[in-house]
């Protein structure tokens, strides 16, 4: 009998998904780093999230609280929520890949903008769902293009709001529009995860819409603001119903110790937060205004971060620029994979790292 050497064959359609790759944090022979590639909290994490996070350590031998109450209540108390419905995750990328477990399948599609974040689509192909991307307007989603891509096979419409990599925004009252237009049993998903930089009067994040609504769900992360990128430590705001699936089907243990503590000494300081918020302003205006004056077109951002459009000219295209500003050890993050081949997103950093990548523009463009 001869044996087959061929092994075990994935489902169709996981072969044809491009992995997530993160934002480049290493440039052989560079003896310092400027990290300014993933959206990471400028000013590190809070004090007692870390003072937190230590005391931790004589317990690690023992199994997580598995539903994080503790951190469940301490959200539901710092921004006025219901504690049951909400659900911890492995970052808020766990909770958008158990929406489309759940509620996606194989021939069923989701809706995005064009250029919103990468894992929406990840999580909706591997559960053998079609992704569709509407088109927006000035870099910015565009419900009424979305809604023409929504069909008798649509499940889920993601948001990102504020959007990554854009970093523009949609009024509250577009998120309603949309909701409304939307059929009961398509779910909108509405992705917060820079809510906590946003300061404009007409921005909401979500959670009144999910209290309203039976298929509204908000995720947030504590990867930005608070520092915690390291923990993959993130959550959803549901409705009962879909809090009650989402708690069926994710890992009985799927949020560290570890990080269910940092996350409750991180929301412990709202200082820290306000702190955080304000340096942020403060830098993204300053970097934003630095880089006009180099005659570089920015999108208008809401986040931590600014996406640059470069000339599609030898030496200062996105792709030479990338090259040049890794060599002096400052890594950004190149946007191909979000179809803007001709931009380069920079994350909002410390002061140092800041005026490094705009000396080393001023020396490319200077010459220009």
């Avoid at 023409?148 to 309603?176: C, M, Q, W």
Wanted: net charge negative.
């Amino acid at each position: 009998m001869t044996l087959s050497k061929q092994g075990p064959t994935p489902r169709p359609g996981i072969l044809d998904i491009d992995p997530y790759i993160p934002g480049a944090s290493k440039a052989p022979g560079v003896q310092k780093i400027y990290k300014l590639s993933s959206n990471e909290s400028a000013l590190g994490a809070s004090p007692k999230a870390i003072a937190a996070y230590q005391k931790i350590a004589d317990d690690m031998f023992l199994y997580p609280d598995g539903g994080a109450n503790l951190l469940r209540d301490k959200i539901a108390d710092t921004y006025a929520l219901k504690a049951a419905q909400i659900v911890c995750g492995a970052g808020s990328d766990e909770i958008l890949q158990l929406l489309c477990k759940a509620y996606v399948g194989e021939g069923d599609n989701i809706v995005q903008s064009d250029h919103g974040f990468l894992v929406y689509a990840l999580a909706a192909k591997s559960c053998g769902a079609e992704p569709r991307f509407a088109p927006e307007k000035n870099l910015t989603t565009d419900i009424d293009t979305m809604l023409t891509l929504v069909d008798e096979k649509t499940r889920i419409v993601f948001i990102a709001n504020p959007n990554n990599p854009t970093g523009s925004y949609i009024p509250g009252a577009d998120l309603h529009r949309l909701r409304e237009a939307l059929r009961d049993d398509i779910i909108l998903v509405i992705d917060a995860a820079y809510s906590e930089y946003m300061e404009e009067p007409d921005y909401e994040d979500g959670a009144a819409m999910v209290e309203a609504h039976d298929n509204v769900v908000m995720t947030r992360t504590f990867s930005k603001i608070y520092g915690l990128a390291a923990l993959r430590l993130g959550w959803g705001y549901c409705p009962p119903a879909i809090a009650d699936v989402l708690n069926r089907i994710r890992g009985p243990f799927n949020v560290t110790a570890a990080a269910q503590a940092a996350g409750i000494g991180a929301l412990e300081d709202q200082g820290f937060v306000e702190r955080n918020r304000a340096f942020n302003r403060k830098e993204r205006e300053w970097l934003t205004q630095q880089l006009g004056g180099l005659g570089l077109e920015t999108v208008p951002s809401f986040g931590n971060f600014v996406l640059i459009k470069f000339p599609d000219r030898p030496g200062i295209n996105a792709s030479d620029i990338l090259a040049f500003l890794k060599s002096e050890g400052v890594m950004v993050r190149e946007m191909s994979a979000y179809k803007l081949p001709d931009y380069l997103r920079i994350s909002i950093g410390e002061e140092e790292g800041n005026r490094k990548v705009i000396d080393l523009l001023e020396r490319k463009f200077s010459r220009d």
